[in-house]
């Protein structure tokens, strides 16, 4: 079992930055893949960026160029840094994590205005 929570949502202006943590129960190194979905209101949960146990990063289209995956060892977490927030980057962000069946945590709320 992975318990993960996640932290760093907030209300941010177009163009603003958000770092993401989500910090993970179990050894993240132990852990075949971590990543994050988004849901925005009314939208289905969609798949934002991931990164396995070996290092490799896959992200969406729709935000490539403004966001990183990164794992933070020290606070046994993983990260997304978003870069020039748009507003239809708005939703509530969810961290999973693959261990044979697929944890996720409760979500942040990141609210970009126009």
């Known amino acids: 079992q992975v318990q993960l929570v996640e932290s760093g949502g907030g209300l941010v202006q177009a163009g603003g930055s958000l770092r993401l943590s989500c910090v993970a129960s179990?050894?993240?190194?132990?852990?075949?893949?971590m990543g994050w979905y988004r849901q925005a209101p009314g939208k289905q949960r969609e798949w934002v960026a991931h990164?396995?146990?070996?290092?490799?990063?896959n992200y969406a289209d729709s935000v490539k160029g403004r966001f990183t995956i990164s794992r933070d060892s020290a606070n046994n977490a993983v990260d997304l840094q978003i870069n020039s927030l748009k507003p239809e980057d708005t939703a509530v962000y969810y961290c999973?994590?693959?261990?044979?069946?697929?944890?996720w945590g409760q979500g942040t709320q990141v609210t970009v205005s126009s």
């Open positions: 999973f994590a693959d261990v044979g069946i697929r944890y």
């Open positions: 990164i396995t146990s070996g290092g490799s990063t």
């Open positions: 179990r050894n993240i190194f132990s852990i075949d893949a």
